[in-house]
């Protein structure tokens, strides 16, 4: 049984920092893109950031370009987003996910990927 388990969240200051870690389980995505996606309440899911298997390649969401960074530590099936400069526009329940095939480039879809996690709570405070 695949799973993703999100962790890092939490209620920070405007200007704080936060690192979220998904950690994977039940099979290898060291061959697979992942991404982060977030949705703030009455809002739908968004795309934030998304790195593919070798993490040679990122995109990020305009509105995080700059602040966040990907990264993924493929020995340990975990990816991380990396949360600087925070605002209160980010709050929001934040999401791992996982493709199910193997792919070259990122995406920046929800329908591309395959795996979700429960989410984690991010809460900006200004």
């Known amino acids: 049984q695949v799973q993703l388990v999100e962790s890092g969240g939490g209620l920070v200051q405007a200007g704080g920092s936060l690192r979220l870690s998904c950690a994977a389980s039940?099979?290898?995505?060291?061959?697979?893109?992942m991404g982060w996606f977030r949705q703030a309440p009455g809002k739908e899911r968004e795309f934030v950031a998304a790195i593919n298997w070798t993490g040679g390649s990122i995109y990020y969401a305009y509105s995080v370009k700059g602040r966040f960074t990907i990264s993924r530590d493929n020995a340990k099936n975990t990816v991380y987003l990396q949360m600087n400069s925070l605002k209160s526009e980010d709050t929001a329940v934040y999401y791992c996910a996982a493709r199910g095939r193997p792919a070259t480039t990122p995406s920046r879809f929800l329908y591309d990927y395959d795996y979700w996690g429960q989410g984690t709570q991010v809460t900006v405070s200004s």
């Open positions: 039940g099979r290898t995505f060291s061959s697979n893109g």
